[in-house]
């Protein structure tokens, strides 16, 4: 009579979405929430800083100052990479928990977050270069060859793209906060980064003001994720 019993509530008892932890794998996940809260809490401040910081973008100017624009975008590649570490230690804490759509968002921010990297990189290696010996193509549709396109367009659609599905996915899970801010400050960001970057040219004030605008929500939006999976309380739709 028991087991008709349990076996009777059973099928009454409606089945919820699975939370992102659970009480019995906490031990295990401990160490990776503690990355995934470290790499958030240093990865959006810093990211930030560095383009805050971020020089002056025409060519004669990057000739002057060579060195320092070399080394700000190394600092904004390094946050990018310790990003790309935040969000693949919340791809391994919900590995389990969310279906394949979910994934893919996970997956495609990351890959964003990577392709950014590496439009990074190449424009503190490249840019300095170029200044030195042509800078009036520094930052103009002249200086934009095959190779440098596929990053710079990869990056642009990939980047913004994965936020925006990031945002959905948190506010699905009820981070619609965390969600909106990444989402709308990656958007914006990479609007600054290129697409302003190139309408209004390289020695207007105006990409770094679009940057930063779109840099303080990302930025505030990570440390807000490193919050939210860096803890052990349970998440649920």
Same mark, same amino acid.
């Given at each position: ?159 913004? *793209? !994965? $936020? %925006? &599905? /990031?945002?959905?996915?948190?506010? +699905?899970?009820? #981070?619609?906060? =965390? ?40 930025? *505030? !939006? $990570? %440390? &807000? /994720?490193?919050?939210?999976?860096? +803890?052990?309380? #349970?998440?649920? =739709?």
């Amino acid at each position: 009579m028991s087991s008709h019993r349990s076996a009777h509530e059973g099928a009454g008892t409606t089945t919820s979405a699975r939370p992102l932890h659970h009480h019995g794998a906490e031990d295990g996940t401990r160490h990776v929430r503690a990355m995934v809260r470290l790499t958030a809490m240093i990865g959006g401040p810093f990211f930030l800083l560095t383009v805050v910081l971020h020089p002056a973008r025409d060519g004669h100017d990057i000739a002057a100052g060579a060195q320092w624009y070399a080394f700000t975008h190394s600092m904004e590649a390094i946050s990018l990479l310790i990003q790309a570490i935040c969000l693949a230690g919340v791809l391994a804490l919900v590995m389990n928990r969310f279906g394949p759509r979910g994934l893919t968002t996970l997956y495609t921010a990351l890959a964003g977050t990577m392709l950014w990297f590496g439009l990074i990189v190449f424009d503190g290696g490249h840019n300095p270069v170029t200044a030195r010996y042509a800078p009036d193509l520094v930052h103009t549709s002249k200086d934009i060859d095959i190779e440098g396109g596929i990053i710079v367009l990869a990056a642009n659609i990939v980047f913004p *793209l !994965g $936020y %925006v &599905l /990031l945002a959905l996915l948190l506010n +699905r899970y009820g #981070q619609r906060l =965390t969600g909106l801010l990444l989402g709308f400050g990656g958007v914006v960001y990479a609007i600054g980064g290129t697409a302003s970057l190139f309408g209004f040219g390289p020695h207007s004030v105006i990409t770094s003001v679009i940057e930063i605008i779109g840099a303080a929500p990302y930025a *505030l !939006g $990570y %440390v &807000l /994720l490193g919050r939210t999976f860096g +803890r052990a309380r #349970q998440l649920s =739709t």
